[in-house]
């Protein structure tokens, strides 16, 4: 699987539009990106995934730039709740890679009052 | 629906010891993984299970670290002996589909 690279850290005022970058200039055609994020003392969470085009739901939206090379997950209004490390990751879906996650360090988001 | 299922929370033991983790995945989730994550790291996969059957076990220390899937719903992991780099929080998985995985709270070990 490709691998992502993201700012160790960000902030954000609470309110305001939270953008995670992520670069992932290795990836293959059959690999979609995918989003989580994990609340400290608790288990990862999923946010969002997409292959080419931006995706939007309840909880964020993802912009995959034309050439698949970098992309970025949009809190648009983010909370004190919101404070977690969020995970890019690149996974192909379908054969013996199905379901496979590979974590890296992720960002720490933290969101001020 | 109900979540993902572990047992126990915590788990305090002293090295050269055996433990075992228990998981409930999500009712209907055919595939389940089991994660070990370092503090300060992004959790790793230990091993992949689709209904029963290991399909990814590549990362599982096989020498001292065994898991199972009986009947498909239920999975145990065990360490056996304990060392204390194993300290760690273990996370069980499951998923229906794609690679939507829904995580469980996780069982934080502390080896002595």
């Known amino acids: ?113 | 629906e109900a979540g993902v299922a572990q047992s126990p929370r915590y788990k305090i033991i002293e090295k050269r010891q055996s433990v075992a983790f228990w998981c409930n995945p999500i009712s209907g989730h055919a595939t389940l993984y089991w994660y070990q994550q370092i503090l300060g790291q992004g959790p790793k996969l230990l091993i992949q299970f689709q209904n029963n059957g290991v399909v990814d076990d590549s990362q599982l220390p096989k020498d001292r670290f065994s898991a199972e899937r009986l009947k498909g719903v239920d999975s145990t992991l065990k360490i056996q002996p304990a060392k204390l780099e194993d300290s760690a929080v273990y996370l069980c998985a499951s998923s229906r589909k794609d690679n939507e995985q829904f995580f469980g709270p996780g069982t934080r070990l502390t080896v002595l």
């Open chain 1, 1 to 113: 699987d490709a691998k992502t690279t993201q700012p160790t850290s960000m902030d954000c005022a609470e309110g305001r539009a939270a953008n995670l970058p992520c670069n992932h200039s290795t990836i293959s055609g059959n690999e979609y990106v995918y989003w989580y994020r994990q609340i400290h003392s608790q288990g990862p969470q999923y946010i969002i995934h997409g292959l080419k085009n931006n995706e939007t739901n309840e909880m964020a939206s993802l912009i995959i730039t034309e050439d698949r090379k970098s992309s970025t997950l949009i809190l648009p209004h983010a909370t004190l709740r919101d404070t977690a490390v969020y995970y890019c990751i690149v996974s192909k879906a379908g054969g013996t890679s199905y379901g496979k996650l590979t974590f890296g360090q992720g960002t720490i988001l933290t969101v001020h009052p």
